[in-house]
């Protein structure tokens, strides 16, 4: 049984945590006064958060879920839960993306765009937790052999439409190591500041 799609769910929860992770460091740092804020890094940052957590993560943790729901009652109140949660990505975003903007105009307004990161990372820690104690579990026990083959092949559909190697979309992963190229150390390899 290849269960390829639960080990990419894995890895995108390692990804986000390490981004969010960084941002909170480096918001930290510029908080303290020791490090120079690289506005055009959080920019990309907070895309990447947009474009790949909230537009593609999310919409292939449901396709996974489904499966769940058609094999066990067991988890109904979690997924219930999580399904709100991903519904309401586009307010979230929203609000982070906001925050950013309104600091990149007015750098005195750095401590809501902290405020608001914290809210974000907050929210998205506890929703990882949520999916990886009570949901994801479940998945593993109830899921039958024709079910992983059916929902590895539309894991592997999804990244193969959205890979950016055919160059219809983007390159989340080289997006990701040049995220953390440009990351001041410990955290990143501090080749920064971010251009793209
Ligand atoms: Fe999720
Ligand atoms: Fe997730």
């Known amino acids: 049984m290849q269960m390829q799609a639960l080990h990419i769910i894995g890895e995108e929860h390692q990804s986000l945590a390490a981004i969010l992770h960084a941002i909170r460091y480096m918001l930290k740092e510029v908080a303290a006064g020791k490090l120079q804020a690289d506005l055009k890094l959080f920019q990309a940052m907070v895309h990447y958060l947009d ?23 067991e988890g109904a109140d979690a997924l219930a839960a999580l399904a709100v949660q991903h ?19 007015d750098t005195g307004r750095f401590p809501d765009f902290a405020r608001a990161f914290d809210t974000y990372a907050d929210f998205y820690r506890s929703h990882m937790l949520l999916e990886e104690e009570a949901v994801l579990p479940l998945v593993r026990k109830y899921l039958t052999p024709a079910d992983w083959t059916a929902v590895d092949a539309e894991f592997r559909a999804e990244m193969a439409a959205n890979s950016g190697a055919d160059g219809k979309a983007e390159d ?3 997006l990701f190591s040049r995220l953390v190229n440009a990351a001041p150390a410990p955290i990143g390899f501090g080749s920064g500041p971010f251009t793209g």
């Open 87 to 105: 519904r309401a990505a586009p307010e979230r975003i929203g609000a982070l993306q906001q925050a950013l903007e309104d600091y990149l105009a």
């Open 172 to 174: 989340f992963s080289g």
């Open 51 to 73: 474009a790949y957590a909230e537009k593609r993560h999310h919409p292939k943790e449901d396709l996974l879920f489904e499966y769940l729901v058609r094999r066990t009652g």
